[in-house]
């Protein structure tokens, strides 16, 4: 029986000394796993005559129970001293100060090209995009405006040199070529938007040689002006958040669409002061139509099966009308104390499920 005695002292010992639980691991396996010392004794007794066995059956049970026992403690033990040293490492002082709010801030033009992908990507519309040099082909011609055509003079367009196959160039005038562009190289349905940068030589308080614009163009098989006038309403109400904006439309020209309508959106002026709303007032925003036939066919669309609508609008504007920002030149001066006033926290994406401006 000493061979019991002493190695319940061992293995009592060998648990006292285990030092973390990997080790206290290792201590069970050795007495209690398969080829482990008490079982290994259990092994033996089949050699033993019955009275035998009985004996050194009850002594091995209690062994291996007061060997558990001592395993159990000794882990409960090791669990906490591991425990208490994970909090004393990932301790986090409360008290420190919070960090300064960023500093940056994002700029009108890019708050609202946010929140109008947001509008229209909720609407099923894409985003497309052009370049800002542009063929003439692209910004005019295609567009159904000729060469020589009255219409051209206004847009007091940028000229540039040919490129170096010879092709007519110029700083688009407005965003209405990449409508060509998509029309190109996409067949209908088509559902895009395109935001960005348009270039015309004029200069005032409400004119700056660089201002940007986002044009709309659908296009499938049985779109009307309904849709036209549907999708103008829904993006006004959204984009300047107000229930019961009224929008109107007046009938206009653009070489480009057919027939062509500008939009106003209600308002009322008093005291110097514009509050957007149904109060009788007017103000446009935006020019749009349907699709000229002759645009259509230009991109190798069939004008008999397809139609569509377009609109297009200056986006400093919709954001002066939104913000309140009075003076259009302001906008690109780069005064960080402007920025700082009318630009917003970067972190605050627009989105229509959590509100476009907080
Ligand atoms: N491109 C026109 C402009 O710059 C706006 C427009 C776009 C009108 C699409 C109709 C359709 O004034």
Known sequence: MT????????????????????????????????????TALMGDMRNLSPE???????????????????????????KKQELAKRLEAERIDVTLPTRPEAEGRIHPITQTID???AIFADMGFTV??????????????????????????????FYLPNSPEGQARVLRTHTSPVQIRTMLKQKPPIRIIAPGRTYRSDYDQTHTPMFHQVEALVIGEDIHMGHLKGC??????AFFQIDDLPIRFR????????????????????????????????????????????VLENCGIDSSRYQGFA????????????????????FFEADLRWLKHYGFVPLDQPSLAQGLTR
């Not at 069970?28 to 010392?37: D, F, P, T, W, Y």
């Not at 567009?143 to 007091?156: F, G, T």
Request: glycine letters at 10%; hydrophobic letters at 40%; charged letters at 30%.
């Open 3 to 38: 061979d019991a005695a002493s190695l319940k002292s061992d293995l009592l010992a060998a648990v006292e000394g285990a030092a973390d639980l990997a080790s206290l691991e290792e201590v069970r396996v050795s007495a209690l796993g398969k080829k482990g010392r008490i």
């Open 52 to 78: 035998e066995r009985k004996e050194r059956g009850q002594l091995l049970n209690a062994l291996k129970e007061e060997v558990g026992q001592a395993l159990e403690s000794r882990r409960d033990v090791l």
């Open 115 to 117: 929140e109008l992908v």
């Open 128 to 157: 497309a995009e052009g370049p800002d040099i542009e063929s003439d082909w692209n910004n005019f011609t295609a567009l159904n405006i000729p060469e020589n055509h009255p219409a051209r003079q206004m847009h007091d367009t």
């Open 232 to 237: 103008i309403l829904e993006f006004a109400r």
């Open 251 to 294: 009938p206009s020209f653009f070489p480009f669409t057919e027939p062509s309508a500008e939009v106003d959106i209600g308002c009322k002026r008093s005291g110097g002061e514009l509050k957007l709303g149904p109060y009788g007032d007017w103000l446009e925003i935006m020019g749009s139509g349907m699709v000229h036939p002759a």
């Open 311 to 330: 609109f297009g609008m200056g986006i400093e504007r919709i954001a002066m009308l939104k913000y309140g920002i009075p003076d259009l030149r302001t």
